[in-house]
């Protein structure tokens, strides 16, 4: 990004420079950042894109879209043990897109931005004749050698999970199809929760530090709770089993449930949670749900890891669950 | 990005995982890539996007789609005087992008990856009902404290380019008007020069490190040379004059503008160079003149940088030009 003359670079200047407070972002005044990483620290880099009517309705709020694109992105680096250290923001302009509706994408990057420490370090702007489209690269540090990974987890371990599961699905399906039993039985508080969790997912930054050296492996929860758990077993080489009944669900999830069972598979199959899944020694489990807790945020034992291969889910009557579609793929 | 069960994951596994070399990518297996930066370096960040339509031909071949897309990533890098260090990589396919396409692309991508020494750390993979979309964001090294500024120019030194100006923006209005008289001149080996220097930018990663420690300023030429310098020279504070006759420019541009002198305009202020425009003292001329000629690129002395306001192009009558349009925007 860089902020000069041309309607770009005044657009850039007027809405983004504001946000741009790390120094190495050069006030977006230059064609790249420079950043000094701290000694002693490794970097860690992710990048998630997100297209209009793909990943978010057109129509949504242009700030909670902005902040959809920022969170999902900072929910990779929490997982990872890592703390934000800025962004990278790339997003392709429609033409029938209004200034006032760019002031709002701007005002959601930069609120959370500030919210999650997160500045904005450069990036690009331009104009496509296809959908809104917003990529970040998110940077994050953690101490060298211990970014928490995927592959790693160890077999006799607990399987975790933070806050509650399948309320973005049920949030999505709810705004699709409104009309479905386990949705009527909701009063209008409980789906607005249900709506809210889908548009602005909640990244568990607070908790980042306390997988460190904890978790033997960890990932967000963003294609559906099973299928990223078997994905998770499957690359570390082990076997795992969970209880439906000890998957964290919030009291809208419940009653949609409740009324409508066929919703339990949504809940654990259908994505965009951007909840932390790890699996960690059983003598850690109490130190990560003191520092979980005093963040706010609830963390939920599911199942256990063994030596094999494979995800065995378990029914509330103790019988096997399968799933018609494990997981959610927004590709 | 990561591998696992899915279409997106298969595809990735196939396509993308062999180029992703660094051994922080995790093979493209976890959410996130870790770099642990060399000590005593700087982390230098770009990050580009470009558009089916608006950055290159929809029909372009998708490996020159994807050389293009790394390439003037590194540019910036290049004019920063940074080390290429990894790529990340988010691209939105369009429903009728088929797997050959893809397979393409990915080969342009791994190519310029092994070309530049830039190898890919990680990245997303979306669905769009719009246009190709590519996004990379480029990470490189400086030493600490030396990578070249934009706004740093300092007044009473030399303003240089490499290799030779406007035969990206030829190319380009080549493919758009192909009848115009400039172009009817040129044989069929000239018009075919241009348009590669269009297709394919050639980043002068060669002479990067050339530029540390020499250059008080440098930027790529991306948006045409007179709106770039004018860019830098009201970043730094300061004034500049060029001579449109000592600009380098390749044979095909020569003939095309002999024969119609308007198109030397376009040359000046056309975009598309990705040459790398800086400005430094005269006593390190020589120097940088030697290791970018034994890089094999060439280095043109084009004007003066002077205290004050604004940048003067001369005409080759001694007079001042002005233009319709001093610089192109994508934007």
């Known amino acids: 990004m860089s902020a000069g003359g041309s309607g770009e670079d005044k657009l850039i200047a007027r809405l983004f420079a504001p946000i741009a407070t790390h120094p190495g972002a050069l006030g977006l005044k230059d064609d790249a950042a420079v950043i000094a990483p701290p000694p002693g620290y490794d970097l860690v880099l992710t990048k ?41 923001l790339a997003f392709a302009i429609p033409a029938d897109m209004t200034p ?35 990529s970040i690269t998110a940077l994050g540090t953690v101490p060298a050698g211990q970014m928490v990974r995927r592959a790693s987890a160890r077999p006799g371990q607990a399987i975790i999970v933070t806050g509650t599961i399948g309320d973005g699905a049920l949030g999505l399906e709810l705004r699709l199809n409104p009309e479905r039993p386990g949705f009527k039985a909701l009063d209008a508080k409980a ?52 209880e439906a009944a000890r998957v964290p669900l919030s009291p809208a999830a419940r009653v949609a449930i409740e009324s409508e069972p066929a919703l339990l598979e949504t809940t654990l199959t259908g994505g965009d949670d951007y909840e932390i899944l790890a699996v960690m020694p059983d003598h850690e489990l109490d130190a990560f749900n003191n520092l979980a807790t005093a963040a706010g945020i609830g963390v939920a034992v599911i199942g256990r890891t063994h030596e094999g291969r494979g995800l065995a889910v378990h029914a509330h009557d103790g019988g096997q669950m399968s799933f018609a579609r494990p997981s959610f793929s927004h590709f």
Request: net charge negative.
């Open 48 to 88: 998630d894109a997100l297209v209009a009517g793909e990943h978010f309705f057109a129509d949504d709020p242009p700030e909670s879209i902005a902040r959809k694109a920022m969170r999902v992105n900072l929910s990779d680096l929490a997982a990872k043990g890592a703390d934000p250290l800025g962004v990278l």
């Open 191 to 242: 789906a607005d929760y249900l709506k809210d969790r889908y548009l602005h997912p909640r990244p568990r930054v607070a908790v980042a530090r306390a997988l460190r050296g904890r978790a033997s492996a960890a990932m967000d929860v963003s294609d559906g709770l099973v299928g990223d758990l078997a994905k998770m077993l499957a690359a570390s080489g082990i076997a795992g089993e969970i």
């Open 100 to 134: 006032e509706a760019l002031d709002a994408f701007a005002r959601g990057i930069g609120g959370d931005a500030r919210l999650y420490g997160a500045p904005l370090l450069g990036g690009d702007t331009v104009k496509t004749p296809g959908p809104f489209t917003v």
